[in-house]
């Protein structure tokens, strides 16, 4: 059964960093690209970051541009979200994707609360 699993939420502070880790798991042994989603309450989910596994091509919204950074991690199929300068509209529980080469479908994972506050 295919698993993904999000890491590494919390409580910081604006201004501060926090990175969250994503792994997928059980029975995804090729992997075309990870991503990130967030939503926050009230509001629409919405893309925070993808990566092209195959070549590294990276996707952000002009919100996190420049502050958000995803990685492909050495463990296969495992990826990182490093979050800087983290603005009080950045809490959300974020969501991990994987989509597998070769399928549509997209595999999410539970979600990982971030809270920015004082």
């Known amino acids: 059964q295919v698993q993904v699993v999000e890491s590494g939420g919390g409580l910081v502070q604006p201004g501060g960093s926090l990175r969250l880790s994503c792994a997928a798991s059980g029975g995804i042994f090729s992997i075309r690209s990870m991503g990130w989603y967030r939503q926050a309450p009230g509001k629409q989910r919405e893309l925070v970051a993808s990566?092209?596994?195959?070549?590294?091509?990276?996707v952000y919204p002009d919100s996190v541009k420049g502050r958000f950074t995803i990685s492909k991690d050495n463990a296969k199929n495992t990826v990182s979200l490093q979050m800087n300068s983290l603005k009080s509209e950045d809490t959300a529980v974020y969501y991990c994707?994987?989509?597998?080469?070769?399928?549509?479908?997209?595999?999410w994972g539970r979600g990982t609360q971030v809270t920015v506050s004082s």
């Open positions: 990566i092209t596994i195959t070549d590294g091509r990276t």
């Open positions: 994707t994987a989509a597998p080469i070769g399928s549509n479908y997209v595999y």
